[in-house]
Protein backbone atom coordinates (compact mmCIF):
# COMPACT_ATOMS: atom_id res chain seq x y z
CA UNK A 1 0.00 0.00 0.00
CA UNK A 2 2.81 2.47 1.24
CA UNK A 3 4.16 1.96 -2.78
CA UNK A 4 1.48 2.61 -4.15
CA UNK A 5 0.93 5.95 -2.17
CA UNK A 6 4.06 7.36 -2.89
CA UNK A 7 3.33 6.27 -6.74
CA UNK A 8 0.84 8.46 -6.66
CA UNK A 9 1.82 10.79 -4.71
CA UNK A 10 5.03 11.14 -7.21
CA UNK A 11 2.62 10.93 -10.31
CA UNK A 12 1.14 14.81 -8.96
CA UNK A 13 4.75 15.91 -8.14
CA UNK A 14 6.10 15.24 -11.84
CA UNK A 15 2.44 16.62 -13.88
CA UNK A 16 2.60 19.82 -11.41
CA UNK A 17 6.75 20.79 -11.54
CA UNK A 18 5.77 22.78 -14.38
CA UNK A 19 3.60 25.11 -12.31
CA UNK A 20 6.09 28.08 -11.49
CA UNK A 21 8.48 27.84 -14.08
CA UNK A 22 6.32 28.06 -16.57
CA UNK A 23 4.68 30.55 -15.53
CA UNK A 24 7.86 32.70 -15.14
CA UNK A 25 8.23 32.56 -18.96
CA UNK A 26 5.23 35.23 -18.89
CA UNK A 27 4.44 38.77 -19.62
CA UNK A 28 3.21 39.03 -16.49
CA UNK A 29 5.86 38.13 -14.76
CA UNK A 30 7.75 41.44 -14.45
CA UNK A 31 10.98 40.57 -15.87
CA UNK A 32 13.02 41.12 -18.74
CA UNK A 33 13.29 38.82 -21.86
CA UNK A 34 16.23 38.68 -23.46
CA UNK A 35 16.14 37.27 -27.52
CA UNK A 36 18.98 36.05 -28.91
CA UNK A 37 18.54 34.64 -32.79
CA UNK A 38 21.13 34.47 -36.03
CA UNK A 39 18.35 37.02 -37.55
CA UNK A 40 15.48 39.14 -36.34
CA UNK A 41 12.56 40.59 -38.85
CA UNK A 42 9.72 42.72 -37.21
CA UNK A 43 6.92 43.88 -38.60
CA UNK A 44 3.61 45.27 -37.65
CA UNK A 45 3.66 43.82 -34.22
CA UNK A 46 5.04 40.03 -35.53
CA UNK A 47 8.86 39.61 -35.08
CA UNK A 48 10.67 36.50 -35.94
CA UNK A 49 13.53 35.26 -35.10
CA UNK A 50 15.91 32.80 -36.86
CA UNK A 51 19.06 30.17 -36.27
CA UNK A 52 19.33 28.95 -33.19
CA UNK A 53 17.22 31.55 -31.02
CA UNK A 54 17.56 31.79 -27.12
CA UNK A 55 15.17 33.78 -24.88
CA UNK A 56 15.91 34.22 -21.67
CA UNK A 57 14.08 35.76 -18.44
CA UNK A 58 15.76 35.50 -15.40
CA UNK A 59 16.91 31.42 -14.85
CA UNK A 60 14.43 30.16 -17.80
CA UNK A 61 15.24 29.87 -21.36
CA UNK A 62 13.53 28.79 -24.36
CA UNK A 63 15.58 27.51 -27.62
CA UNK A 64 14.23 26.98 -31.11
CA UNK A 65 15.34 27.08 -34.72
CA UNK A 66 12.65 29.68 -34.94
CA UNK A 67 10.33 31.60 -32.63
CA UNK A 68 7.94 34.27 -33.77
CA UNK A 69 6.29 36.62 -31.28
CA UNK A 70 2.92 38.16 -31.77
CA UNK A 71 2.48 41.56 -30.52
CA UNK A 72 -0.21 44.00 -30.15
CA UNK A 73 0.34 46.36 -33.16
CA UNK A 74 1.28 49.90 -32.12
CA UNK A 75 -0.84 52.79 -33.62
CA UNK A 76 2.17 53.17 -36.37
CA UNK A 77 2.53 49.99 -37.11
CA UNK A 78 6.33 50.49 -36.91
CA UNK A 79 8.77 47.67 -36.11
CA UNK A 80 8.11 45.70 -32.73
CA UNK A 81 11.22 43.67 -31.57
CA UNK A 82 11.23 46.51 -28.43
CA UNK A 83 7.63 45.88 -27.62
CA UNK A 84 6.86 45.73 -23.98
CA UNK A 85 6.56 42.30 -22.53
CA UNK A 86 3.08 42.75 -21.62
CA UNK A 87 1.79 43.63 -25.12
CA UNK A 88 3.12 39.84 -25.89
CA UNK A 89 -0.17 37.85 -27.30
CA UNK A 90 1.07 35.08 -28.55
CA UNK A 91 4.75 33.18 -28.26
CA UNK A 92 5.36 30.00 -31.16
CA UNK A 93 8.45 28.39 -30.96
CA UNK A 94 9.32 25.79 -33.38
CA UNK A 95 12.19 23.08 -34.42
CA UNK A 96 14.25 21.65 -31.63
CA UNK A 97 11.99 23.27 -28.67
CA UNK A 98 13.65 23.77 -25.02
CA UNK A 99 12.38 25.01 -22.30
CA UNK A 100 14.96 24.76 -19.39
CA UNK A 101 14.71 26.15 -15.90
CA UNK A 102 17.64 25.12 -13.08
CA UNK A 103 15.08 22.23 -11.59
CA UNK A 104 13.68 21.32 -15.01
CA UNK A 105 13.82 20.54 -18.63
CA UNK A 106 10.72 20.19 -21.01
CA UNK A 107 11.72 19.34 -24.84
CA UNK A 108 8.99 19.29 -28.02
CA UNK A 109 8.48 20.03 -31.07
CA UNK A 110 6.80 23.00 -30.77
CA UNK A 111 6.23 25.72 -27.92
CA UNK A 112 2.86 27.94 -27.87
CA UNK A 113 2.12 30.75 -25.42
CA UNK A 114 -0.79 31.83 -25.45
CA UNK A 115 -1.84 35.40 -23.01
CA UNK A 116 -5.64 35.38 -23.94
CA UNK A 117 -6.13 31.97 -22.52
CA UNK A 118 -2.66 32.35 -19.88
CA UNK A 119 -1.68 28.79 -21.37
CA UNK A 120 1.42 27.08 -22.69
CA UNK A 121 1.54 23.90 -24.59
CA UNK A 122 4.58 21.74 -26.17
CA UNK A 123 3.70 19.38 -28.68
CA UNK A 124 5.36 16.35 -30.53
CA UNK A 125 7.17 14.08 -28.65
CA UNK A 126 7.21 15.94 -25.43
CA UNK A 127 9.57 15.14 -22.52
CA UNK A 128 9.48 16.37 -19.14
CA UNK A 129 12.70 16.17 -16.85
CA UNK A 130 13.01 16.86 -13.43
CA UNK A 131 15.46 15.75 -11.09
CA UNK A 132 15.91 12.13 -12.27
CA UNK A 133 11.80 11.79 -13.05
CA UNK A 134 10.53 11.88 -16.42
CA UNK A 135 7.35 11.90 -17.98
CA UNK A 136 6.55 11.61 -21.66
CA UNK A 137 3.52 12.15 -24.46
CA UNK A 138 2.27 13.77 -27.14
CA UNK A 139 0.63 16.79 -26.11
CA UNK A 140 1.62 19.14 -22.29
CA UNK A 141 -1.27 21.96 -21.73
CA UNK A 142 -0.66 23.85 -18.62
CA UNK A 143 -2.63 26.18 -17.56
CA UNK A 144 -1.15 29.56 -15.86
CA UNK A 145 -3.51 30.80 -13.60
CA UNK A 146 -4.76 27.71 -12.47
CA UNK A 147 -1.57 26.00 -12.09
CA UNK A 148 -2.96 22.94 -13.91
CA UNK A 149 -0.49 20.18 -15.61
CA UNK A 150 -1.89 17.84 -18.34
CA UNK A 151 -0.05 15.32 -20.54
CA UNK A 152 -1.81 13.25 -23.09
CA UNK A 153 -1.00 10.98 -25.84
CA UNK A 154 -2.43 9.86 -29.28
CA UNK A 155 -3.27 6.61 -28.17
CA UNK A 156 -5.35 5.32 -25.37
CA UNK A 157 -6.14 1.86 -23.63
CA UNK A 158 -3.33 -1.11 -22.78
CA UNK A 159 -3.81 -2.48 -26.50
CA UNK A 160 -1.09 0.89 -27.08
CA UNK A 161 1.18 -1.18 -25.14
CA UNK A 162 4.17 1.42 -23.90
CA UNK A 163 3.96 3.61 -27.65
CA UNK A 164 1.78 6.26 -27.92
CA UNK A 165 0.77 6.63 -24.38
CA UNK A 166 1.92 8.77 -21.16
CA UNK A 167 4.84 7.38 -19.75
CA UNK A 168 6.11 8.48 -16.37
CA UNK A 169 9.40 7.32 -14.87
CA UNK A 170 9.78 7.86 -11.24
CA UNK A 171 12.99 6.95 -9.71
CA UNK A 172 13.23 6.51 -6.00
CA UNK A 173 15.90 8.52 -4.34
CA UNK A 174 17.30 8.30 -0.62
CA UNK A 175 15.23 10.93 1.06
CA UNK A 176 11.89 8.73 -0.71
CA UNK A 177 13.50 5.53 0.55
CA UNK A 178 13.82 7.31 4.26
CA UNK A 179 10.52 7.99 4.13
CA UNK A 180 8.99 5.00 3.15
CA UNK A 181 11.15 2.49 5.69
CA UNK A 182 10.21 5.49 8.41
CA UNK A 183 6.13 4.99 8.18
Known amino acids: MKSVFYFIAGLFAALAFASSALAQ ?15 AVSSKGVTTLTGQVDARQGEVRILADQMVIYSKAADNAGPTVGTVAGDIE ?7 FYYITPEQEVRGNMGVYMAS ?31 KARVVSDCK ?25 NS
Open 25 to 39: FAGSSGGNIELYADD
Open 157 to 181: GRQCGRQGRVAILIKNTPDANAAAS
Open 90 to 96: RIVATGN
Open 117 to 147: SDTFEVTGDVVLVQDDSIVRGKRLIYELSSQ
